[in-house]
């Protein structure tokens, strides 16, 4: 096996072993074989190359277009020219992937499920580390400095992960990567012979450093320490890197808790994660439920509530976790004057969907699932418990239908002390704008119920405001008054700001987070999406509790109590449903768009189409990821023929003689003789510059195997060439133009097929590009040690050097 061809393997291998390490991040390990594959023809296309040989950023392109077809056949083979080609089409399916996957990333927790979009990234990213790897430790052949893509790689595992890559992936990359080393210490033991250590000499000095004395160690030294250096690296990184939380809405969260009474829940914040659900381009199922609710529009599932404002955010407050009791206690400040009905929920949750929050009802009063759960009594909310989450979770929930009339809320008496202290405090920085727009438009309430409807009925209809899920305001203070000044906003500015200002008022106020009721299937079934994703305030009352406000007009529904007429009192005993109807969600979206009489209000089937509501839209692949990816292809694309291009542009430099005066008559002849030395060099007959131009000419001819009339243009050439060259008046010659394409038509008609195609696309006469790079390099460099000031320096190292040595 030669040199080149172990470095392949190893390189490969590298590569391999440290994409090991995401294999964690995702549901199934099947995309490390396509991985596998992809590296394998990526780096096969690459020894073919380095075979011919080709020149190394030739090489580069051929893998790199030959890995973006691979990917195209993948991932968008419907959309290719040919079903191979990347066009167009394919390029505008691989963009929306990709945007897909980023979005993905932000909405699913560790193991996510493997997306095209996820899928397509990671795929996308072992391939390009690849490619890295190989040009450097193959192609460039310096396989220290491969170790740092490698340690890319790992690194992006490992601060993904939670609580970063365990020890045997961190094993198996740095195996590849030391593998790497061993295999290029060998290639180059193999090209210089064996390492013969004479007489020791004393090594250490300034003088060894400068001029490499060691002879064979010194590039083994050095190896070393890129390869200490590089994994020392891989042991800090993931340590340094935060481990993501991976949203309120997609993953796990940051409740923990071991123990009776023991654990706390911590904060989070839900605005990055509701708005990326939001944005979603497919409205992805996340639960499905079967309730006997009398009214849908009314079954919220909550997830927590958001109860402390420290100026930034919003955030739920550390609180103790208790073991689930069997029943769970009596609301908050609900008396037994208001009417409750208590219905039951079959949930079943969807495998791609984690978080360590339990949708619920609100209040729940039972619940019955299965799994490691803890209660926070003062939210009324179920957390997963070392490492529990809602994935694929089938839980049935007890909860009651609060049912208070707008006299009773009207009447309702004023909260406790330690009860309002906690829920309307706000923060200094809070601006002024707050509190005086909320006193403006509460203005002549004779209560904090009218006042919050007034609220309400402000953001819904009365205050102007616009839908708008692209908006990224923040939920600060500052935010919150650039959205009463802007008013355009999803339901997370609604909720907060609505919130706010209650506590200006006195009225104790919260945030729920959750999701609104779905859409109801064609079996019965209700069906919750992403796109459910939902904020909406609670405002305290005493004697009622806890009760929801809907302020995001287009969004949800307002509750019966805060509309004018007055809500029925029928609250009749419905029958339970059974434990066994509950359907097993499915992994693809609902289709069905069907929609009851009862769902059948402003936003709640769809997007909404009263004026002054912007529902949220799908825009698509942003014009710049588009746009970006179309130039990345056709850089792709054009690198292959860059040769031809640069041969055909310089062909046309030289014989084109047009608008030259006579004194150019020996650059022209010149030029032409160098196009026709170049032409015969593209065919395979190298230039021999000791030759004078009549035997070069001869020598084209024989090797050539020149007609009579191409071999007749040869010599004419020659013979100007000899004029321009040795002649005390050179007489202009004619016709130089037509003979140089002569010679070139002739070479071609001798050729075969493949020399014509290797001439025309891989002219070996383009060499002299990396050659005109390689002198103006070098010219750059003796300017540089040429400067003023450089001749001292380098003397006194010379004499340090001297005197060490």
């Not at 009324?380 to 208070?404: K, N």
């Not at 202009?732 to 001798?750: I, N």
Request: glycine share 12%; with cysteine.
């Amino acid at each position: 096996m030669s040199g080149r061809t172990r470095l392949t393997l190893c390189a490969w291998a590298a590569t391999l072993l440290a994409a090991g390490a995401l294999v964690p991040l995702v549901e199934g390990a099947g995309w490390l074989v396509q991985a596998a594959l992809l590296l394998g023809a990526q780096s096969g296309v690459g020894a073919l190359a380095r075979r011919v040989p080709l020149a190394r950023s030739l090489t580069l392109a051929c893998q790199v277009l030959v890995t973006l077809v691979l990917l195209t056949l993948v991932f968008a083979r419907d959309h290719a020219l040919a079903g191979v080609v990347p066009g167009p089409g394919a390029v505008m399916r691989l963009g929306e992937l990709l945007v897909a996957g980023g979005e993905d990333i932000g909405t699913y927790a560790i193991p996510a499920p493997l997306t095209d979009g996820i899928r397509l990234m990671m795929l996308g990213g072992v391939v390009l580390i690849g490619l890295l790897v190989d040009a450097l430790a193959v192609t460039f052949r310096s396989a220290a400095p491969a170790g740092l893509p490698l340690l890319a790689l790992y690194s992006v595992a490992a601060g993904l992960s939670d609580g970063g890559a365990s020890w045997p992936w961190f094993l198996l990359a740095a195996s590849g990567y030391l593998l790497l080393l061993l295999a290029e210490g060998k290639d180059r033991l193999s090209q210089w012979g064996r390492v013969f250590g004479g007489a020791s000499r004393p090594s250490g000095g300034l003088a060894d450093g400068l001029t490499g004395a060691g002879g064979g160690t010194s590039p083994v030294r050095t190896g070393r320490r890129i390869g200490v250096l590089t994994l020392g690296i891989a042991l800090a990184v993931p340590l340094a890197l935060p481990t993501l939380d991976s949203g309120l809405l997609s993953g796990d969260g940051p409740g923990r808790g071991k123990g009776s009474g023991g654990g706390t829940i911590s904060a989070v914040n839900p605005l990055v994660s509701l708005q990326n659900n939001l944005n979603q381009p497919e409205n992805r199922e996340v639960m499905t439920y079967r309730s006997n609710i009398q009214d849908p529009q009314s079954m919220y599932l909550r997830i927590l509530s958001l109860d402390e404002f420290n100026g930034s955010e919003w955030r739920s407050s550390t609180r103790r976790l208790t073991d689930v009791p069997d029943r769970l206690p009596q609301p908050d400040g609900l008396s037994g004057d208001v009417a409750v009905t208590e219905i039951r929920t079959n949930i079943s949750a969807s495998r791609s969907y984690q978080q360590t929050y339990l949708p619920l009802p609100y209040p729940a009063s039972e619940v019955r699932v299965g799994g490691r759960w803890r209660y926070e009594p003062e939210g009324r909310t179920l957390v997963g418990d070392d490492g529990q989450t809602t994935r694929g979770a089938r839980y049935e929930v007890g909860s009651l239908v609060v049912e208070p009339t707008a006299e009773q809320l009207a009447a309702a008496g004023p909260p406790s002390e330690q009860l309002a202290a906690e829920y309307t405090k706000v923060p200094d920085s809070l601006p002024s704008v707050v509190a005086e727009t909320a006193k403006k438009i509460t203005e002549g309430s004779g209560n904090a119920y009218e006042q919050a409807v007034k609220l309400q009925d402000w953001f819904t209809s009365d205050g102007g405001f616009t839908y708008d899920t692209t908006v990224t305001s923040g939920t600060g203070s500052q935010a919150i008054a650039r959205f009463l000044r802007d008013k355009e906003g999803f339901c997370v500015h609604f909720s907060f700001s609505m919130a706010a200002m209650a506590r200006t008022l006195g009225i104790p106020a919260r945030v729920a987070v959750g999701f609104t009721p779905g859409t109801v299937k064609a079996d019965g079934a209700t069906s919750v999406g992403l796109r459910d994703a939902h904020a909406w305030p609670e405002l305290y009352f005493e004697g009622v509790g806890w009760t929801r406000f809907e302020p995001t007009p287009s969004r949800g529904t307002a509750p019966e109590y805060t509309q004018p007429q007055v809500p029925t009192d029928d609250t009749s005993d419905p029958a339970q449903p059974s434990a066994d109807t509950s359907e097993a969600p499915t992994e693809a979206p609902t289709t069905d768009s069907s929609c009851p009489p009862q769902l059948r209000q402003e936003g709640g089937c769809g997007p909404s189409e009263s004026a002054g509501a912007a529902p949220p839209t799908d825009r698509g692949t942003p014009a710049g990821t588009v746009l970006l990816v179309v130039l990345g292809v056709a850089l792709a694309l054009s690198l292959p023929l860059a040769p031809l291009l640069w041969r055909t542009r310089t062909r046309n430099r030289r014989l084109g003689s047009a608008g030259r005066t006579p004194a150019d008559a020996a650059d022209r002849t010149l030029a032409a003789w160098r196009e026709v030395t170049d032409t015969a060099w593209d065919h395979g007959i190298a230039p021999d510059e000791s030759l004078t131009p009549r035997k070069a000419a001869a020598r084209i001819v024989r090797l050539g195997r020149l007609d009579t009339s191409a071999a007749e243009a040869v010599h004419r050439l020659a013979g100007a060439v000899e004029q321009v060259l040795y002649a005390p008046q050179p007489r202009p010659a004619s016709g130089l133009t037509e003979d140089a394409l002569a010679v070139r038509a002739g070479l071609g008609a001798s050729a075969g097929r493949g020399a014509r195609l290797r001439a025309m696309f891989l002219p070996r006469s383009s060499v002299r590009v990396m050659w005109a790079v390689a002198e103006r390099r070098t010219a750059l460099v003796e300017r540089w040690v040429n400067r003023p000031g450089h001749g001292r320096w380098t003397a006194r190292l010379r004499r340090l050097s001297r005197q060490h040595g």
